[in-house]
């Protein structure tokens, strides 16, 4: 019995470092991206999610992309790559000019009021 009683004990003892550790790799962020409207919105966070991302959610009228992510499974780097990749510009990153005319017409930030 005192070996069982031994054997959860040890257990524990490994068990709850790993359970901390592992909820400190989320990260939350607050970046800024190009857009105007909800083509804009679902474009904008359906690139941003990828391996890692947990929540991703733009707002048209303040262009603010909040974000929560797995710091050990992306970066804010690779996240904006793929935003950019998308042809949005982000507060960190500009988008190639190939990707921002793919966009449609109506999505073009730079020649656009947000709508």
């Known amino acids: 019995m005192k070996i069982i009683q031994n ?10 470092p790993t359970a901390s550790y592992a909820q400190n ?4 962020d607050t970046i800024i991206v190009e857009g105007v409207c909800g083509m804009c919105k679902t474009r904008i966070e359906e ?3 990828g391996k890692g991302v947990k929540f991703a959610e733009w707002t048209n009228t303040t262009g603010e992309l ?3 992510y797995r710091s050990d499974k ?12 998308a042809g949005h ?6 988008a190639e000019q190939d990707d921002y005319k793919s ?7 730079e020649e656009q009021h947000k709508h």
């Open 66 to 68: 909040v974000l929560a």
């Open 74 to 85: 992306t970066s804010l780097s690779e996240i904006e790559a793929r935003i950019t990749k």
């Open 47 to 49: 690139a941003a999610f």
């Open 7 to 16: 054997i959860f004990i040890l257990a524990a003892i490994f068990t709850l």
């Open 103 to 109: 966009l449609p017409n109506c999505c073009r930030y």
């Open 89 to 94: 510009t982000t507060e960190n990153k500009q």
């Open 25 to 28: 790799k989320v990260e939350e």
